[in-house]
Every structure is written in C-alpha cells, then in structure tokens.
C-alpha cells in the first residue's frame, strides 16, 4: 500500500506541475512581458537538432523492490518544445522468492525500451549572479519490457527538467517516470506500476544554432 500511495502521489506531482506551468507561461507571452530566458525565440541557448542523454537513479518497484537503473536514448527536436526520441534502460530486479511474483521469475535482468514524445516550457532560475536556463517538460511513451525472458508491453508518463551549462554542447537532466506494464505471477500475470528517477548529462550533438 506504501508504495502504491508514493507512486499516485508521483502522478499526481507530475499533472499538478503540467496544469500549472502552461497557464501560467501562455498567459505571460500574451502579455508580452516575459523575459529573454523564457522565450524560445529569444533565449540564449543553442538550438540542436539531436540529443544523447546517459541518465542513472533509482528503481521503485510495485512488486518488485528498490534496485538501480542505468539507461540512454536518442532524441530528434522536432521544434523547441516538441522531441521524439528513443529509450533503453537496464536493471537488475530484487525480489521476495517466495512471493507470487518472485516464484515466478527466471531471470533478475530487466530491460526497458521504446518511444517517447516530449513537451517542453521554456523555464529559468538564479544561480549566484547568473541566470540559467531550463526546460520544464513532459513526456509520454510506449514500448515494450522484457522480464523473466518474456516482452511485455509497457507505457510511460512523467516529466523533469533540463539545466542548460552555458556550453552548446552540454546539459543536465532530473527526471522522474511512472513505468505501466504487466509481471509474470506463478497464478499468471498482474498490472505493474514502477516509479523511476533519474538524473545524468546530455549531449547535444552538432550544428549548434544560437537565437537571434
């Protein structure tokens, strides 16, 4: 029940931030009077086409208990706030064996693959007496898990922030992601929800093109 409740609770962060930073941005850009840092078109960071984050955290399973994940992916910017990418995650499943999911089990290997769109706000923050960049966004995705020797389907919502460093090259990401899927139980299968956090760097590939 505990880890059900941290899971909603996760969900209902990750809605909560989407209703409130929308309204809120829209209606400062109607106003005309938002700052250089929160407008795409006139920001300071560099525009790229193609992006590679290496993002490592933790693992928060429903059944399944805590343990790491390690994962990349391949994004396309399809504009400054829309991103389709691909996603690949590992992980190393912990569990009760004598439980009706651990007896089931056949391999503690975990891999996590698919696709996922992503929906970014334009954000900023002080930092001492600079002022950094950052995209708040959302995402949403689908793909498949394979566990116990066996794919299963799998869909993912979620949303993090992506910290802009100054260098074209180079950005830091938080995120968090509420995984959906099902697990193999010795009396067949049962829904699964998993949380995930992550955080690592991501690298923006070449040519860089910087707003007017």
């Known amino acids: 029940m505990a880890r059900q409740a941290r899971h909603v609770q996760t969900s209902l962060f990750i809605l909560t931030l989407i209703t409130l930073l929308a309204p809120l941005t829209s209606s400062a850009l109607e106003e005309g009077e938002i700052p250089a840092e929160l407008d795409f078109d006139r920001r300071g960071a560099a525009v790229t086409r193609f992006e590679i984050p290496l993002l490592g955290g933790e693992y928060f399973g429903d059944k399944m208990d805590h343990s790491f994940i390690v994962g990349s992916g391949l994004y396309v910017h399809l504009t400054d706030a829309l991103s389709l990418g691909a996603d690949f995650g590992y992980s190393r499943v912990n569990y009760d ?62 949303g993090g922030m992506k910290i802009y460093t100054g260098a074209p090259w180079f950005s830091f990401i938080t995120e968090v992601r509420e995984y959906f899927f099902t697990v193999p139980t010795a009396s067949g299968s049962a829904f699964e929800t998993d949380m995930v956090l992550l955080l690592g760097p991501s690298f923006l590939i070449p040519p860089w093109v910087n707003h007017p």
């Open 97 to 158: 064996p004598k439980g009706e999911f651990g007896s089931a089990v056949t391999d503690n290997n975990l891999y996590l693959t698919g696709g996922t769109f992503k929906i970014a706000l334009p954000g900023a923050y002080r930092s001492g007496k600079k002022i950094r960049e950052v995209d708040f966004y959302t995402l949403i995705g689908g793909g498949a898990i394979r566990i116990s020797n066996s794919f299963r389907g799998a869909g993912t919502i979620g």
